[in-house]
């Protein structure tokens, strides 16, 4: 009986993890089924986006958020999708995709927790049985961990990762299986940041702890181990980051793009590290003052039980044989919360993206309870200290479970009604739009990329760029201003312009007024979740888009010899289009076709302050010829023009109520493409569009 004793401790400790998983799963998904009349939904719109990008995976278009929208970089868990696919593949489609999204939750957890074991070894058997409890105690984990999105996933790969650390840790004298227990380490951390890319905090833990074990082998074989364990992470990254070039035109992701201020246009240096601090003092003050606790000590009177957690995180640190572990989870949670506040999201969403940190560090609670409690003691002093230490992780756990049972309540309900408000809004939209019929959709316009395409199975395009449209460079666009979004749904052929819109209407300004016709909406009864009371449809009419890129005064004997549609990224790029730094703010007009009786013609354009300068390079006409702008200004300004650093003179732009383009005449002999500056002087200069023309 004592040589099985471990085989029985693992499979008891096995099913004691599956019990308290399956059980906090069943209060959740019991209570969001109630809410939703048995039908399976998801508390966030953002689930469905994984859903959109499994379905086209099973379908045999792996990185396409939309049917014929091509390669897209919009999901940032790259491997996630490919295991939702698989439930797709097996039958669980539409919306029982997330009875197979639980059950990889599960799953995923259970994986976790083998691999926590590990951390509690050196305080016996029993010490393990504690994590479960403690990691899944918090209400606000829960909610991440079964909502369907990969952080579930995510802690599942982290455990394979630990468990490759810990097997280095177990052959790291002999240097040969530590080199392939390095490479497996290596392989597990390239699955870790492709999970998650903020998991590249962890690899770098896992780096230095394993280079600290290694030492014994002496530097170059050490090195060589820590090599490969961070080498591999990094090429997996690399080529994603180089396919994301070749196919879209950007290292980074599309949600990288259109959630971090690192990415942000108009925000300088010190705007951005702002940014990042208020996000970080955001989420440090919402874990202590109100996940972790039902009552807050920034209110006069009441005690801080949010730092009960924390506290008890501490705790291993102080055991000499956990010391090691935990120090390695406490700089990950600490460098993942810091990662994690460059997202200005990090606010949104029940604060999801810090949730893998809190899961750590309610890993080490759990350690911290279980070594107040070990150590029973030889002695009679001993044994005191043992009770004092057992009564006092008690009382924690108590008044831990007390302040924390009623926000687990409130995450309960919250789950189940955001589910609701999920299914009535966002799904009962795509569901609608597949029976419109007059006419017919045939690609839809969305400002969240999520239930709306999946339960709709319709073509769509996403103006935040999440979903991604080919090589256009939405994520970035949409961080412009709207006119540069527009600008770039001017360039797609009138077929694959999207014919509806599913929006709401407060996000999108004029554009729904312009570019729309209302045809219903689908409002939400009790919001907790959704951006909006109603998702509006909308029939829509581009009709002002340009369909012929010309200027209205250019004579008939006169030729196009270069053009640059300012705030239209694809051409600006080419033309190595600068504005000034954190200016050049995009705004956008209807106005009357001056060519047109009748039409309205659209242009987006780029704000450019009096003092400010704005360049490009554009062909010159060899024999000479003009330089037109197209604007319109309400009150007078002047800009003066500038090619390959000689002076042409100033334009002067008169208030007008429509489009104008005034020109400037260039002399011969500048070089076939030059650079050119519009410097504006007096007044504020909107610059929607530059052509140079030949003369005849």
Not at 118 to 139: E, N, Q
Not at 173 to 197: E, F, I, Y
Request: glycine letters at 8%.
């Amino acid at each position: 009986m004592v040589e099985t004793w471990p085989l029985l401790d693992s499979r008891a400790y096995a099913v004691w993890c599956a019990a308290v998983v399956a059980y906090v799963a069943s209060v959740f998904y019991q209570s969001m089924l109630e809410q939703t009349g048995g039908e399976w939904s998801a508390p966030l719109d953002d689930v469905f986006i994984h859903f959109d990008y499994a379905r086209s995976t099973a379908r045999g278009h792996p990185f396409e958020w939309s049917p014929g929208n091509g390669y897209s970089s919009g999901n940032t868990s790259i491997t996630y999708p490919f295991v939702l696919a698989i439930g797709w593949l097996v039958g669980f489609r539409d919306m029982s995709l997330m009875q197979w999204a639980a059950g990889v939750a599960g799953v995923s957890m259970l994986v976790f927790f083998i691999a926590a074991a590990r951390y509690t070894r050196p305080l016996g058997p029993w010490a393990k049985y504690f994590l479960p409890p403690a990691v899944m105690s918090l209400g606000a984990l829960d909610w991440s961990l079964f909502s369907g999105m990969e952080n579930a996933f995510h802690l599942g790969v982290w455990g394979l990762a630990s468990m490759a650390f810990d097997r280095f840790e177990r052959v790291r004298a002999d240097a040969k299986q530590a080199l392939r227990a390095a490479v497996v380490l290596g392989l597990a951390g390239a699955l870790l940041v492709l999970t998650r890319p903020e998991s590249a905090v962890c690899v770098v833990v896992f780096t230095f702890a394993a280079l600290w074990l290694a030492r014994g082998l002496g530097p170059v074989r050490a090195l060589s181990a820590g090599a490969l364990i961070a080498i591999i992470p990094v090429a997996a990254l690399a080529v994603f980051a180089f396919a994301n070039r070749v196919f879209t035109g950007e290292w980074s992701q599309a949600g990288a793009i259109a959630k971090l201020a690192l990415h942000h246009p108009y925000m300088d240096r010190d705007a951005k590290y702002e940014d990042w601090i208020f996000n970080l003092k955001y989420v440090l003050t919402r874990m202590a003052h109100h996940h972790f606790a039902d009552e807050s000590p920034m209110v006069e009177g009441q005690r801080p039980f949010g730092y009960i957690v924390p506290l008890l995180a501490l705790v291993p640190l102080a055991h000499k044989k956990l010391r090691l572990r935990a120090a390695m989870l406490w700089v990950q949670i600490a460098t993942w919360t810091m990662v994690v506040a460059l997202n200005g999201q990090v606010r949104w969403q029940n604060e999801r993206y810090v949730m893998s940190g809190v899961a750590w560090m309610l890993l080490l609670s759990g350690m911290g309870v279980a070594t107040l409690a070990s150590h029973y003691g030889e002695s009679l002093r001993g044994r005191i200290s043992w009770a004092v230490r057992s009564g006092v992780a008690a009382l924690a756990v108590m008044l831990f479970w007390h302040h924390q049972h009623p926000n687990t309540r409130d995450q309960i309900w919250f789950f189940s009604r955001a589910s609701r408000n999920i299914r009535d809004q966002q799904i009962e939209a795509g569901r609608r739009l597949k029976t419109l019929t007059d006419p017919k959709p045939t690609r839809v316009l969305v400002g969240d990329a999520g239930a709306i395409t999946y339960a709709s199975d319709l073509p769509g395009l996403d103006i935040i760029g999440l979903g991604g449209y080919r090589e256009y460079p939405f994520a970035r666009a949409t961080k412009y201003g709207l006119g540069s979004a527009i600008e770039l749904i001017e360039r797609m052929e009138e077929g694959e312009r999207p014919n509806y819109m599913a929006i709401y209407p407060g996000w999108w300004g004029d554009l729904p007024i312009i570019f729309g016709r209302y045809v219903t909406e689908v409002p939400v009864v009790g919001n907790v979740i959704c951006g909006g009371a109603s998702k509006v449809i909308y029939r829509s009419e581009w009709g002002p888009l340009e369909r012929a890129s010309y200027p209205r005064s250019m004579t008939d004997d006169e030729t196009i010899v270069g053009e640059l549609d300012t705030a239209d990224l694809l051409s600006e790029r080419p033309q190595g289009y600068e504005h000034p730094p954190h200016i050049g703010f995009v705004t956008w007009r209807v106005l009357p076709d001056p060519d047109e009786k009748g039409r309205d013609l659209f242009d987006a354009g780029r704000i450019i302050p009096p003092g400010y300068r704005e360049s490009f390079r554009l062909p010159m006409p060899a024999g000479g010829g003009r330089l037109i702008v197209r604007t319109v200004a309400t009150k007078v300004a002047t800009v003066r023009v500038l090619v390959e650093g000689q002076d042409l003179g100033v334009i002067t732009i008169a208030p007008s109520e429509t489009w104008v383009e005034p020109s400037i005449d260039i002399p011969p002999g500048f070089p076939s493409k030059s650079c050119v500056e519009l410097v504006a002087e007096e007044g504020e200069w909107v610059d929607h569009h530059v052509w140079t023309i030949a003369k005849p």
